[in-house]
């Protein structure tokens, strides 16, 4: 007996949509809350190629929602521990594992291979990416955010006169705008809810059944089990912030569009250390881990415009925090004071560093 026979014998869906499934390939951009639901029903379904792209390790703090890990998985990659799950729960799928992030230098050889990519990121620049990626390529795209107690799902570029990610949202917001999940907290069904909706979606592109939320977007609320759909048209002012190319899309800086600082990995700001620059902690007070090193400043950000003139005599400033949020704000807002200084914001915080030494 088939483990597909359930499928198989629903009607509409039956042989053949079982064999575009096998047929399929699909990239899932992200392993983490939404990633992990996604992987389980994909796989269940049959999917017969399945990439995963992230370099994120595991944390204590992702075991409410990413349902793939367990307390022994802490400090490894999401992408290898996930495959790894499944490697031993399907033989019939293949796996192909990228330990890394998606970047404009590796988008055009991760997702060409691939029929169909699933955006299961937390951040506005990796989204924005990927959408440009995915219209450049003709590939379609299902999208997937949570915000809170809200969550929602939709499908672009499938087809003739299909809408994009820049149609919803033509303007880049910064990350002070929309706080992640690190900053604002998460029940963890929520992702779980979101993604299963989102590996619905793929499930009915892939396998011809059903109605993808083509040029629609569904929004369910958790506090009121409550979903509404809207519809998406297209927008010419996001379209036209589209590179034209993949030549453009590889020059641009998404992560300085969308949130207006540069960011460095603690790696690159570790490199930085000893020489003539500012080393700040916009944390408040008391919050833990505590940092020391020479060199620091701490400056919480509720001060920061009252100790402004603490930083006039610095070129180089570099802030950070707890996940890299409070910092950018720092940054932006000194920016403002100060256009011709070199500032930067520590990507992840203390949460990043904490990650590398796990």
């Known amino acids: 007996m088939s483990r597909f026979e359930r499928q198989i014998i629903l009607n509409g869906f039956g042989i053949e949509g079982q064999q575009n499934l096998k047929k399929a390939k699909v990239l899932l951009i992200g392993a983490g809350g939404l ?6 029903y994909l796989a269940a379904a049959g999917v017969g190629k399945i990439g995963i792209v992230d370099g994120d390790s595991v944390t204590i703090s992702n075991l409410n929602r990413q349902v793939l890990y367990g307390e022994n998985d802490l400090g490894k990659n999401k992408a290898e521990t996930a ?12 796996w192909e594992v990228y330990p890394e992030f998606i970047s ?37 795209l299902v999208f997937g955010a949570i915000y809170q107690h809200e969550g929602q799902v939709s499908v672009f570029n499938l087809g003739e006169n299909a ?78 912030s589209i590179p034209a190319s993949i030549t453009s899309f590889e020059i641009m800086d998404y992560e300085l569009a969308c949130e207006g600082v540069k960011q460095l990995t ?23 881990p505590p940092l020391e090193c020479t060199g ?29 949020l409070r910092s950018q704000k ?12 070199r500032i930067y914001s520590i990507k992840g ?10």
């Not at 495959?83 to 293949?94: E, P, S, T, V």
């Not at 603690?266 to 833990?288: Q, S």
């Not at 400043?297 to 930083?311: A, Y």
């Open 35 to 40: 990633g992990c639901p996604i992987l389980l």
């Open 296 to 324: 620091l400043m701490k400056i919480p950000l509720s001060t920061l415009p009252q100790q402004i003139d603490l930083l006039e005599d610095s070129e180089e400033i570099l802030f950070f925090c707890q996940s890299g």
């Open 83 to 94: 495959a790894r799950y499944f490697q031993g729960k399907y033989i019939d799928i293949k």
């Open 349 to 358: 915080g203390i949460n990043a560093l904490k990650n590398n030494h796990t």
């Open 330 to 341: 720092a940054a932006q807002q000194l920016q403002n004071e100060f256009p011709d200084k």
């Open 163 to 240: 809408c994009n990610y820049r149609d919803l949202y033509p303007k880049m917001p910064s990350a002070s705008e929309v706080p992640n999940c690190s900053e604002t907290g998460v029940l963890g069904v929520l992702p779980g809810i979101i993604g299963n909706l989102m590996a619905l979606e793929a499930i009915k592109v892939l396998s011809g059944f059903g109605k993808p939320l083509k040029n629609k977007v569904l929004f369910f609320n958790s506090l009121s089990s409550q979903t509404y759909e809207v519809e998406i048209t297209p927008n010419p002012e996001g379209r036209e």
């Open 266 to 288: 603690w790696d690159e700001a570790m490199g930085k250390m000893g020489l003539d620059i500012a080393f700040v902690d916009v944390r408040e007070p008391g919050e833990l």
């Open 104 to 140: 404009v230098e590796n988008a055009q050889e991760l997702i060409s291979g691939f029929d169909l990519v699933i955006d299961g990121s937390d951040n506005f620049p990796t989204r924005y990416l990927v959408n440009d990626a995915c219209v450049l390529l003709g590939k379609p």
